[in-house]
């Protein structure tokens, strides 16, 4: 900036004169940056408005889902046996005798100081042999019985190893298969594969000191036992899979009696399903009430004032509102949501009764998770329409607010532009001024002098 001449020669404060002039001006520009902010306070309104509905969104079409409403519990009277339902089960009860549990094979070769040689002197080869019969010939890389560990293990034959502890300097190799069940049994050899199948390799299990300390198995269980339609189910896990459509049952111990377990609808989880839904859409429809809502104020002289909310009077934010509780209020199947504990109150919110849902759900289960999945498909697509990113309402509405902030913004660093060559102009016009006065009392001041200098020699001549 300039050097001020404030006052130099005028005695005026020309600069708050100047700010004073340039606050008019500026007030066009004033109320594009009062536009701006308004409509920054609409998109932060409407983001936090799309987040809920995205929530929402998610929530509904979670539950509208296939068989997302089709929960069930599934129990036993056993500690040592245990069940889990899918979506794919069915209310109903069967009873099951766990016989064996399945293991992993584990064998100890004999004890070694060291890896043995080869008639050629070198390490001798090892050869895995899986269920299916494929061999697996492994090639330590010395005699150290560390890197016969390190070879088996990197060789992926169906086995791994670790070297344990025999006493007195000595090791055993200790061999685990990878997998669990029959499928996971395994032969081991000190050979080659070309030993093995001419007949000629050493079992290393066969061994005086060697043993196999658990062998391969899957594990075992009876339906029906003592009927006429008893039959055996095996898993190569403890895991016995489809025990009942949709049925998984787990043991960790044999049992002595029969097993009952028992598969029922989950009530509960259903019903917080429908809890959860309705608790989001009150949710939403709340900040919208919230953000519609016009406030009255009085002054300190009496005065009434109404103040509306950042969406009073916006007509898509109200179709939104409309359209979603629509989807919860509609009938379905020839029903109000009412007779599912799903009711409309009067500020425009619902309120859920579990036990109203319980008793539908107990009197008919289908068609109540069949009305609950309706609600939710049509919530989905009310939420859908609104928030869908390309196409959504209201992304739609914030694209609109958005542009025309940035129309605003360009037009408030116009009017910065504007606004600083007035500022100079002004400045300069003052400047000037100054300057002019300066020169008149310059003048004034060279006049004056003349004028008293002419009246002084006026009065020595008279005085002669």
Do not use: C
């Not at 890896?115 to 050869?127: E, K, R, V």
């Not at 300390?213 to 036992?225: E, S």
């Not at 002289?301 to 898509?316: D, K, M, P, R, W």
């Amino acid at each position: 900036m300039g050097a001020s001449i404030d006052g130099l020669a005028s005695g005026l404060n020309t600069t708050s004169m100047i700010d004073a002039q340039m606050a008019v001006e500026a007030l066009p520009q004033q109320q594009l940056q009062s536009k701006v902010a308004t409509d920054q306070s609409m998109i932060n309104a409407l983001n936090s408005l799309n987040t809920r509905l995205t929530v929402l969104n998610s929530l509904a079409t979670s539950t509208s889902a296939p068989g997302a409403t089709n929960l069930f519990t599934a129990t036993t009277n056993s500690q040592g046996v245990t069940a889990t339902a899918s979506t794919s089960a069915s209310a109903g009860s069967i009873d099951i005798t766990v016989t064996q549990l399945s293991s992993t094979k584990i064998g100890v070769t004999q004890a070694f100081t060291a890896w043995p040689t080869d008639a050629s002197g070198n390490p001798a080869h090892l050869t895995l042999v899986d269920k299916t019969g494929k061999a697996t010939e492994i090639t330590p890389a010395s005699t150290s019985l560390d890197d016969v560990v390190k070879a088996v293990n990197a060789a992926g034959g169906g086995a791994t190893a670790v070297k344990v502890p025999a006493g007195n300097g000595t090791y055993r190799l200790q061999l685990t298969s990878s997998t669990s069940g029959a499928a996971g049994d395994f032969q081991a050899y000190q050979g080659t594969a070309a030993d093995v199948a001419a007949g000629t390799a050493t079992d290393l299990f066969a061994a005086p000191t060697a043993a196999i300390v658990k062998p391969a198995a899957d594990a075992q269980a009876v339906l029906y036992a003592g009927t006429a339609a008893q039959q055996t189910i095996t898993s190569s896990t403890n895991t016995f899979s489809d025990v009942l459509p949709g049925i998984a049952v787990t043991a960790t111990a044999v049992s002595s009696s029969p097993v009952t377990v028992t598969v029922a609808s989950d009530t509960a989880g259903i019903s917080k399903k429908a809890g959860d839904l309705v608790s989001s859409v009150n949710d939403l429809l709340g900040y919208i009430a919230t953000s519609s809502a016009v406030n009255t104020t009085t002054s300190s002289a009496g005065v009434a004032s109404a103040q509306g909310g950042i969406f009073t009077g916006n007509s898509s934010v109200r179709a939104v509102s409309d359209a979603l509780t629509e989807a919860v209020v509609a009938p379905v199947n020839g029903k109000s949501p009412s007779d599912y504990g799903i009711a409309i109150q009067r500020d425009g919110t619902f309120t859920f009764d579990s036990g109203k849902f319980a008793s539908a759900m107990a009197a008919d289960p289908a068609g109540t998770q069949s009305a609950l999945s309706q609600i939710a498909t049509r919530v989905a697509t009310a939420t859908t329409n609104a928030s869908d990113p390309v196409n959504g309402s209201i992304p739609q509405l914030i694209k609109g607010q958005q542009s025309e902030v940035s129309t605003l913004n360009s037009q408030i660093a116009e009017w910065d532009t504007r606004l600083a060559d007035r500022r100079a102009a002004l400045k300069t016009v003052y400047t000037n001024m100054e300057v002019l006065l300066g020169n008149l009392k310059s003048q004034s001041s060279w006049l004056s002098g003349q004028i008293s200098s002419l009246s002084s020699s006026s009065s020595s001549s008279s005085g002669k």
